[in-house]
């Protein structure tokens, strides 16, 4: 079974960057996409972008300008930087494994809340 | 690119059968056969149900079933039980490689 493990901090200032990364256990994170999904509260789904494991990525565009994603194979992790932040980026962020050709998730953790806040 | 349209809500008494419809346009489901659905109980992450516009996952109750028709999808829900009540959320990919969800539906069970 894949598990996922988000982690980073929960408060963010106003203009600094916003880092999770995200930990894969279970199985090799080799072969596959990942993406990082965001859901601010009370609201839907937002896709942010996917990296595959050879590094390639593909961004949402509204997010293109800001987000930076990242593989670690050696740790088996993924990681996400989101460069200036705002209260609009406050959500909870979802990592997960999105299948051959990214075209569905089979895969989530189980979300780590992100503040942005003074 | 905009989010897919989903009603804002569905209801339906246990044991009736409810369809939840996802409206995009020729540039994601009218073109791509990747619409996948996922179900999202309050405080969870979400869980997929549906992919490749009618499969799915094993494990997931055959209850579920999902359809196509030109830029419209949708989810089927038959023998509605109190455990489904929850958010249900469309996807499809684009044409650039990328992934959009729908704006969400709330599935009541009465």
């Known amino acids: 079974q894949v598990h996922l493990q988000e982690s980073g901090p929960g408060l963010v200032k106003p203009s600094e960057t916003l880092s999770l990364t995200c930990t894969v256990s279970?199985?090799?994170?080799?072969?596959?996409?990942w993406s990082w999904i965001r859901q601010p509260a009370g609201k839907g789904l937002e896709w942010v972008g996917h990296?595959?494991?050879?590094?390639?990525?593909t961004y949402s565009p509204s997010l293109k300008s800001r987000a930076t994603l990242s593989v670690d194979t050696s740790q088996n992790q993924f990681s996400l930087n989101l460069r200036s932040v705002t209260a609009a980026d406050t959500a909870v962020y979802y990592c997960?494994?999105?299948?051959?050709?990214?075209?569905?998730?089979?895969?989530w953790g189980l979300g780590s809340p992100v503040t942005v806040t003074s | 690119q905009s989010a897919l349209t989903q009603p804002a809500s569905v209801s339906g008494s246990p044991g009736q059968s409810i369809t939840i419809s996802c409206t995009g346009s020729?540039?994601?489901?009218?073109?791509?056969?990747?619409v996948s659905w996922y179900q999202q109980h309050p405080g969870k992450a979400p869980k997929l149900i549906i992919y490749d516009v009618s499969r799915r996952p094993s494990g997931v109750s055959n209850r579920f079933s999902g359809s196509k028709s030109g830029n419209t999808a949708s989810l089927t829900i038959s023998g509605l039980q109190a455990e489904d009540e929850a958010d249900y959320y469309c996807s499809s990919s684009t044409g650039s490689s990328s992934l959009v969800f729908g704006s969400g539906t709330k599935v009541t069970v009465l």
């Open positions: 997960t494994r999105a299948a051959v050709g990214a075209t569905y998730l089979d895969y």
């Open positions: 020729t540039s994601d489901i009218g073109y791509w056969n990747y």
């Open positions: 990296i595959y494991f050879d590094g390639s990525t």
């Open positions: 279970g199985d090799s994170i080799r072969g596959y996409f």
